[in-house]
């Protein structure tokens, strides 16, 4: 608990918070669920922060945009936003984040591990989001995932190798 409340640990959670804030707004939209940066910072955090404090920072994020603040994708903010259909894929990025840098860290020399255990969280976050997806828009699964899942593969593999090269230096220069 020491390292959490950390004074270098708190201002990089808030850090964190604040650059997922700032770039997950940003978004090109392509139907009901936008290509955003998102899943590229939560990729980032996971290699700057431990799965705890790394839990904590998007969890703070998440609180940020229900109040109100507009950083959810597209500008948007609100309760309204988690309920609607793109829910699933925000409150999974709690799931995506913990599991990634709980295996970044522990597999800290092995990349291959570490580009799996992406992989791994970003395969529930579109199965989390998608079946949000379907329940709230009253498909199946299976149409869901051409509108949610198969549109982002190739842009979302190019973000977790960027997450992956970038954030394994940040690392090292952040110990």
């Not at 998102?38 to 431990?50: A, G, K």
Request: hydrophobic share 55%.
């Amino acid at each position: 608990m020491k390292s959490i409340l950390s004074t270098k640990n708190l201002s990089l959670m808030a850090l964190m918070s604040a650059l997922l804030c700032l770039l997950a707004p940003i978004s090109i939209p392509i139907g009901p669920v936008p290509i955003t940066l998102s899943i590229f910072i939560i990729y980032i955090i996971s290699y700057i922060l431990d799965a705890n404090s790394a839990l904590i920072s998007v969890f703070i994020y998440l609180l940020i945009g229900i109040v109100g603040l507009p950083v959810f994708a597209g500008y948007k903010s609100g309760l309204g936003v988690i309920l609607g259909p793109s829910g699933g894929y925000l409150i999974s990025y709690l799931v995506v984040v913990y599991i990634s840098s709980y295996y970044n860290h522990k597999y800290y020399y092995n990349k291959i591990l570490q580009l799996l255990f992406m992989f791994i969280a970003l395969i529930l976050c579109y199965v989390c989001g998608t079946i949000w997806f379907s329940i709230f828009k009253k498909m199946t699964f299976v149409e869901s995932l051409f509108i949610c899942v198969f549109p982002f593969i190739i842009t979302d593999v190019i973000k977790i190798i960027a997450a992956y090269m970038l954030g394994t230096e940040i690392r090292k220069r952040l110990r």
